[in-house]
């Protein structure tokens, strides 16, 4: 230890570690004003603590604090501290416990104070753009406000309370708000769903198709119908004894239409027909020719112009399955269209009978349909997919009870029948050029009380003459009263009724081949048809 300095050898005086040697020149640092001693000073300089010596205690170290902003008043020192503006410096080791402090000794040989940092004097606030130097933040956050220091304004405190924490939170924010958005959808879609489907709230709106295109294809019903209604007709007859309603089609532009001869019947005598298009047009029509042993007639219109004929087909090249159309006015309902399928082929039906002598009884070798038709199709078209006419709808089959109408009609139970249209082509033609048609024979009168397998023979005429016909068809090719024929042409013949539909099926002319029995034994024959003498 080094008398007279109170600093031991070798050791720098505490606060002096890395300080810069103090200015020299003239300057006054700022004084606090001291409280009055309790007594006198003393004349002598005697310290009020004893005697002077290397022991006396040493004054408070100042520390350094935290150097206020520029231009900002500092605060005077506590009692017996150095006023000075300090400069920041990093932070020094915990001082060594001091005495209480009081009043210094005035001059004398006291412990000398350790240096200070070096101090700045007082000068007038620096400009705005001088940097500032580092500090610990403050105790106080409104320390930190200086209105004079650069740059923008700053929420005193914010950085040090938040610190690193802030995009951390905000990160937790964000995610909270995303599914607080995801809940709030699905709950909406929830409840929207439950609305939609209890029809919770607000006008019913029904759905309904839309943009359906206006055509139909041609081998639609639609398409058919489109086509053949223009040229299908509605007859109203009235006679001396009765009325009716059938239909009709066009044959050719001269007027002509075909129907069934049952639909004309009752004006056969002095009644009046009337023809009505599908347009509403509505004209005077005359029958041309009928022939009930065909069902069929023909009847003219005039005073119409545009007509449009209907296409005949083949009937021959029809098969079961195939589609059709039927078009009508069923119980006076025109223009009605139904559609079906063929059912059957070479169906041997009779109509009529109405007569004691029967000769307006109709025997068709018909295509059955299931097409519905009801009283009131009788002469209208039977369509295939291509608008052709393939038959001429004449006749149903009704159930035997429970279909009766007030009128005594019966409805449809899909068992339909028409008229082939490659016979009703050649009736027609007939009847158009001559007025009358011609029926196909084999010169023999049949016994139709025969309840056998096959048709037979009679063994007289129902005038008392021969059966068999002299010089006639039958009687060239050797049949006898008696004899019972079997087949026509390879297929099966089970009656009277269904030979002569076999036979009508053909026209004058036309060779058939006959399987026949007699005397139980059977032969084949070869027929040529004649031609009756009278319808």
């Known amino acids: 230890m080094d008398e007279g300095n109170g600093v031991p050898q070798g050791a720098e005086p505490e606060g002096a570690a890395g300080a810069e040697p103090m200015p020299e020149g003239d300057f006054e640092l700022a004084k606090p004003e001291r409280p009055s001693p309790l007594h006198e000073p003393d004349p002598y300089s005697t310290p009020p603590y004893g005697e002077p010596g290397p022991w006396a205690p040493a004054p408070p170290v100042q520390h350094p604090v935290a150097t206020p902003a520029q231009g900002t008043l500092m605060t005077p020192p506590a009692v017996g501290a150095v006023p000075q503006a300090v400069v920041a410096v990093p932070p020094e080791p915990a001082p060594a ?38 500090r610990q933040p403050p105790a106080d956050p409104w320390g930190r406000y200086d209105p004079w ?34 809940v709030a959808a699905g709950l909406g879609g929830l409840v929207g769903g439950y609305v939609e489907r209890e029809g919770i709230g607000g006008e019913v709106t029904l759905p309904q198709a839309k943009g359906v295109p206006a055509g139909r294809a041609p081998d639609s019903v639609a398409g058919i119908a489109a086509r053949a209604l223009p040229s299908v007709v509605t007859l109203h007859v009235s006679g001396s004894d009765e009325e009716g309603t059938g239909t009709g089609f066009v044959l050719d532009d001269r007027g002509h239409i075909l129907t069934n001869n049952h639909v004309v019947a009752p004006a056969a005598s002095g009644g009046k027909i009337s023809a009505t298009f599908s347009d509403g047009t509505s004209v005077k029509a005359t029958v041309v020719g009928r022939d009930s042993g065909y069902d069929l007639a023909v009847v003219q219109v005039s005073g119409v112009h545009g007509l449009t004929p209907l296409t005949l087909g083949d009937s021959d090249d029809v098969r079961v399955g195939d589609p059709v159309v039927a078009i009508g006015a069923p119980f006076d309902l025109a223009n009605t269209v139904t559609a079906g399928i063929i059912s059957a082929k070479e169906r041997p039906i009779t109509a009529g009978g109405e007569k004691s002598d029967g000769s307006d009884v109709s025997y068709v070798d018909a295509l059955q349909t299931d097409a519905p038709i009801n009283p009131g199709n009788s002469g209208g078209p039977l369509l295939d997919s291509r608008a052709h006419v393939i038959g001429i709808n004449s006749a149903i089959r009704s159930a035997d009870s429970g279909a009766e109408t007030e009128s005594g009609q019966a409805g449809s139970i899909g068992l339909g029948f028409a008229i082939p249209v490659n016979q009703a082509k050649r009736v027609a033609e007939e009847l158009i050029n001559d007025g009358r048609a011609t029926h196909p024979v084999i010169g023999v009168d049949l016994d139709m ?57 053909h026209q004058p002319g036309d060779r058939l081949r006959l399987t026949i029995e007699r005397g139980g034994t059977e032969r084949e024959v070869s027929v040529v048809l004649g031609t009756a003498e009278q319808n």
Do not use: F, M, N
Request: aromatic share 2%; net charge positive.
């Open 97 to 134: 416990p001091t005495a209480p402090a009081g009043p210094i000794a005035p001059a004398g040989p006291i412990a000398p104070i350790p240096p200070a940092p070096p101090t700045v004097p007082a000068a007038p606030p620096a400009p705005a753009s001088a940097p500032l130097s580092a």
């Open 149 to 182: 220091a650069a740059g923008p304004l700053q929420q005193p405190g914010a950085a040090a309370v938040h610190g690193g924490r802030r995009p951390r939170r905000r990160r937790a924010a964000l995610g909270w708000t995303l599914a607080l958005v995801l």
């Open 449 to 505: 009380g025969y309840s056998g397998d096959g048709a037979r023979v009679d063994s007289r005429a129902p005038d008392g003459g021969p059966a068999v016909v002299k010089g006639g068809p039958a009687e060239r090719a050797g049949l006898k009263a008696g004899d019972l024929i079997t087949e026509v042409d390879g297929e099966p013949v089970h009656t009277g009724a269904e030979l002569i539909v076999r036979i009508r099926a």
